[in-house]
Structure formats: C-alpha cells, structure tokens
T-cell receptor, first 114, second 113 residues
Framework: EAGVTQSPTHLIKTRGQQVTLRCSPISGHTSVYWYQQALGLGLQFLLWYDEGEERNRGNFPPRFSGRQFPNYSSELNVNALELEDSALYLC?????????????FGPGTRLLVL | GESVGLHLPTLSVQEGDNSIINCAYSNSASDYFIWYKQESGKGPQFIIDIRSNMDKRQGQRVTVLLNKTVKHLSLQIAATQPGDSAVYFCAETFYNQGGKLIFGQGTELSVKP
C-alpha cells in the first residue's frame, strides 16, 4: 500500500513569493494534516482538513492556507514568503474515527526562502 | 509554541544494548500517545502507540510505558541496532484536540557499532 506522498521534495523561493505544496494521503484516509518542522523548533501543527473542510488550524498567520480536494488530496499555500518560513513541511493522513486516528506522515517538502 | 526543541537531548548506546527514551507530556487530558522515528531527511515514521487506559504496550523490539500520574511516557528499544539511529518524538492528543498532535522536542539516538 502506498504511503503519503508529497511534492515537490525541495523548493527554493525568495522573500515575498508564493508557494504551493501538494500532498496525497494514504488510500482510504479522509483526513489530511499539515505540520511545519523548522530547525530547532520541532513539529508545529498548521492545518487539518477532513472531507474537504478545514477543521482546525494552528497558530499561524492567514498567509498559510490550503484546501482539500474531492479525492482527499490537499494543497498548502504560503503567500508573501518570509525567511522564517524556511522549514520542512510535513503532510500526514489518517482515518478520522475514534480509535483510528493515528497520523501517518509523508517524506516532506523542504522549503528554503532566500 | 507547544513544542520546544532548541536543544535536542541525545542518547548514545552500544549496538546490542537496550535503549530507553523518555518523554514528559504536557496535557493531563491527553488520551492517546504515539512514538515516531525520524531519520535524517525523512518524515516521521510511526513506531507504536498507546491509549490512556493502558500502562504498557509491546511491539516488535519496542515497548511503550505510560505513567499518567506523572505524565511520563517512555520508549524502550531492545537490542538496539545501528538502523535505530534517528530522532525519536513522542506525540500526544485527545479526542477534542481538533486533529492536532502535540510533539515533544525529540531525542536523538546514536547507536555505536
């Protein structure tokens, strides 16, 4: 069974630009989560999508946004990039049911903002 | 943020020894806990989980212990191998947490051959 996939693997952008990251969940999973892993700061929750709706967001500014498509894949958009947005962006998926909420992670997209 | 990782604790063990990685969690309402392994350049990989109605759970070469009284979680790895070298994170959540996993700072395990 294929795991969570993400694209692209690496990206280099400059300040002020916009970026779109993509994620395909494990087949059968309806929930997609996005996390940011900046150097020295651990994993920080960004967004949760389930059944096409944004269900929760972490403590990030509105320039971080996303969406989930009918096939449950998801995009994360970051506008007006800042240097501190440089990080590994991780997508995870799960079945959202009590008792089955284990989140499985993809390999991540490494974003460097210059 | 809830996850602070400015100084990553490290654990160095000899190949074949047992490893114990500890984690203090933050929320007494958390009822589900997961251990992840993250190798360099990769995403976190699920190792084992435990619910708050259990004290211990065993997997292949790994055991997770949960002490709710002191909000402490540990991961024991038996017969540690060089392939176990990675950063290990504990994560906590509860049903109304809105899908959010709260991660610990991580511990870097280094296995010497």
């Amino acid at each position: 069974e294929a795991g969570v996939t993400q694209s692209p693997t690496h990206l280099i952008k400059t300040r002020g630009q916009q970026v779109t990251l993509r994620c395909s969940p494990i087949s059968g999973h309806t929930s997609v989560y996005w996390y940011q892993q900046a150097l020295g700061l651990g994993l920080q929750f960004l967004l949760w999508y389930d059944e096409g709706e944004e269900r929760n967001r972490g403590n990030f500014p509105p320039r971080f946004s996303g969406r989930q498509f009918p096939n449950y894949s998801s995009e994360l958009n970051v506008n007006a990039l800042e240097l501190e947005d440089s990080a590994l962006y991780l997508c995870a998926s799960s079945i959202f049911k009590p008792g089955q909420e284990t989140q499985y992670f993809g390999p991540g997209t490494r974003l460097l903002v210059l | 943020g809830e996850s602070v990782g400015l100084h990553l604790p490290t654990l160095s063990v000899q190949e074949g020894d047992n490893s114990i990685i500890n984690c203090a969690y933050s929320n007494s309402a958390s009822d589900y806990f997961i251990w992840y392994k993250q190798e360099s350049g990769k995403g976190p990989q699920f190792i084992i989980d435990i619910r708050s109605n259990m004290d211990k759970r065993q997997g292949q070469r790994v055991t997770v212990l949960l002490n709710k009284t002191v909000k402490h979680l540990s991961l024991q790895i038996a017969a540690t191998q060089p392939g176990d070298s990675a950063v290990y994170f504990c994560a906590e959540t509860f049903y109304n947490q809105g899908g959010k996993l709260i991660f610990g700072q991580g511990t870097e395990l280094s296995v010497k051959p």
